[in-house]
């Protein structure tokens, strides 16, 4: 079975942190490009960030980049958003997936096979 699920989202303050967990089971993670996307209400699904499989190269968006840091832990089978400098703004629903397309790109598109059902960030005061 293939699956990915997220945790550690919640309710916090701007200028709070926060770090989200993706969970692989059913393959091997680290092989994989794994990119996180969020949905905000009324909103497009956006790319936010990307881990590479194999050489561990990141992208990030622009509104996120300097706060934002991806990485994985193979052990764990898992990859890591860890959310700093939190703003109003990174509200959204949080999704991570994976893509095929070895994040050539931060665009939805059909290389994005798998998603987990999502977690909840919510930034307000």
């Known amino acids: 079975q293939l699956q990915l699920v997220e945790s550690g989202g919640g309710l916090v303050q701007p200028g709070g942190s926060l770090r989200l967990s993706c969970v692989a089971s059913?393959?091997?993670?680290?092989?994989?490009?794994i990119g996180w996307f969020r949905q905000a209400p009324g909103k497009e699904r956006e790319g936010v960030s990307c881990i590479r499989g194999f050489d561990n190269s990141t992208r990030y968006a622009e509104s996120v980049k300097g706060r934002f840091t991806i990485s994985r832990d193979n052990s764990k089978n898992t990859v890591y958003l860890q959310m700093n400098s939190l703003k109003p703004e990174d509200t959204a629903v949080y999704y991570c997936?994976?893509?095929?397309?070895?994040?050539?790109?931060?665009?939805?598109?059909?290389?994005?096979?798998?998603w987990g059902k999502g977690t909840l960030v919510t930034v307000s005061s």
């Open positions: 059913g393959f091997t993670l680290d092989q994989y490009s």
């Open positions: 997936v994976r893509d095929r397309g070895g994040c050539q790109t931060s665009r939805l598109h059909d290389g994005l096979e798998y």
